[in-house]
């Protein structure tokens, strides 16, 4: 089964204004949770990661929101760019060996 | 630092036919992976490794094999080439899964007709 779901499946937000991307998990042993930014035709990169020990974190315009009693996490992207348009996973790893991986949701920025 | 390579980057296999995609890293990372991409899928696992000698199916092995010699390269074997194999072939490796993420190769584009 999914170990970890995402949603939307796709987005659309106008330049400058918020994209949001939900993940859940139900692995109580996931202790690592990253997203991954995908350009088409390239490969994902890392883009943020946060643990369970806090609430949120924030790297430049990407913060990572976490809420460990729901077992759910979000990628918020403030003041979005047409560059941001891209394909965004997250995943989640903890006592094993691989990541789980969500299945993606495709952003478009409107300018 | 090359990261992870992978090569060929795109290919064209007719049915039956077989073909290894090869993937090496210079990081000195202990783990590798095999994934496939298919549209709107998102990524699925093929086989990884845990270290050289060491590797273990993932959720979509069916129709592949791998073999890790060394640390640095993790090939991926494609036998009896079908059309459900077409796909995007990502590699990916890291050093430890609870500190950092994965680093991704550039992927192969690999259709079979």
């Known amino acids: 089964q999914q170990q970890v779901k995402q949603s939307p499946q796709s987005l659309i937000v106008q330049k400058g204004g918020i994209s949001i991307i939900n993940c859940a998990y139900e692995?109580?042993?996931?202790?690592?949770f990253p997203w991954y930014q995908q350009f088409p035709g390239k490969g994902p990169a890392l883009l943020i990661a946060?643990?369970?020990?806090?609430s949120e974190k924030k790297e430049g315009r990407f913060t990572i929101s976490f809420n460990k009693s729901a077992k759910q996490f979000s990628l918020h992207i403030m003041d979005s760019q047409p560059g941001d348009s891209a394909t965004y996973f997250c995943?989640?790893?903890?006592?094993?060996?691989?990541?789980?991986f969500g299945t993606g949701t495709s952003l478009t920025v409107i300018p | 630092n090359a990261g992870v390579t992978q090569t060929p980057k795109f290919r064209i296999l007719k049915i039956g036919q077989s073909m290894t995609l090869q993937c090496a890293q210079d990081?000195?990372?202990?783990?590798m992976y095999w994934y496939r991409q298919d549209p709107g899928m998102g990524l699925k696992l093929i086989y990884y490794?845990?270290?050289?000698?060491?590797?273990d199916k993932g959720e979509v092995p069916n129709g592949y094999n791998v073999s890790r010699s060394t640390t640095e390269d993790f090939p991926l074997r494609l036998e009896l080439a079908a059309p459900s194999q077409t796909s995007v072939y990502f590699c990916?490796?890291?050093?430890?899964?609870?500190?950092?993420?994965?680093?991704f190769g550039s992927g192969t584009r690999l259709t079979v007709v």
């Open positions: 946060i643990r369970p020990d806090v």
């Open positions: 490794s845990v270290g050289a000698g060491i590797t």
């Open positions: 995943a989640a790893s903890g006592g094993g060996n691989q990541f789980y």
């Open positions: 990081m000195n990372h202990n783990y």
């Open positions: 692995n109580t042993a996931f202790d690592y």
């Open positions: 990916a490796s890291t050093y430890r899964l609870a500190e950092e993420g994965y680093t």
